[in-house]
């Protein structure tokens, strides 16, 4: 199974300042990874597929680089809204697959 | 604009089976792929499996000998059933849209109790 590695686990920004999430996967998944937003009481959100490529309706203040077995996403100018949590997930071999997840990073509000 | 909703008991005893249905709205659900996430209280996002309108399917490894996975064309539904549950089941359940390996569209989730 590709295990996924967030880091941090919380990070405390001040709104207005930029953000960057890091994902690493134990072996290479090209660029077959996607980041999600879940807000409290929230389903999970698709920010970015491909590893780079913005979901429809995504504010170009997201922006996503990487390929192998590390990624990041970055948030800039972050606003009131974007204070979430944000995942990581592969989708390599597809298909078949198994698709999993990384643990998570807290985006909190300094 | 694809909507999904899930339905199922929020409570199921240990040892009993988890039956979960997911109705898809404004789309036909013979048209991609779909999948089930859950999310144990406080947790991160754990992958249960998808189905195909045809019945092809893929389970987590994990998981993989107490789920079943279907799709009901004439209800443009999907069903997920887990078997021999246990507290550890206890999560919120998502059915989702799997699009090229990403989950696009999600459900507003349902939360699954096991206990007796």
């Known amino acids: 199974e590709i295990v996924m590695t967030q880091s941090p686990v919380t990070l405390s920004v001040s709104p207005g300042e930029g953000a960057t999430l890091s994902c690493s996967a134990s072996q290479s998944i090209g660029t077959n990874l996607a980041w999600y937003q879940q807000k409290p009481g929230q389903a999970p959100r698709l920010l970015i597929y491909?590893?780079?490529n913005r979901a429809t309706g995504i504010a170009a203040r997201f922006s996503a680089s990487g390929s192998g077995t590390e990624f990041r996403l970055t948030i800039s100018g972050l606003q009131s809204e974007d204070f979430a949590l944000y995942y990581c997930q592969q989708y390599n071999n597809w298909p078949p697959a198994s698709y999993t997840f990384g643990q998570g990073t807290k985006v909190e509000i300094k | 604009q694809v909507q999904l909703q899930e339905s199922g008991p929020g409570l199921v005893k240990p040892s009993e089976t988890l039956s979960l249905t997911c109705a898809v709205s404004?789309?036909?659900?013979?048209?991609?792929?779909w999948s089930w996430v859950r999310q144990p209280p406080g947790g991160g996002l754990e992958w249960i499996g998808f189905?195909?309108?045809?019945?092809?399917?893929n389970y987590s490894p994990s998981l993989k000998s107490r789920v079943t996975m279907s799709v009901d064309t004439s209800k443009n539904q999907h069903s997920l059933t887990l078997t021999s549950v246990t507290a550890a089941d206890t999560a919120v359940y998502y059915c989702?849209?799997?699009?090229?390996?990403?989950?696009?569209?999600w459900g507003q989730g349902t939360g699954v109790i096991v206990s007796s």
């Open positions: 989702a849209r799997l699009t090229w390996g990403s989950f696009d569209i």
């Open positions: 491909g590893a780079t």
């Open positions: 404004g789309g036909p659900v013979s048209s991609y792929y």
């Open positions: 189905v195909y309108y045809t019945g092809a399917s």
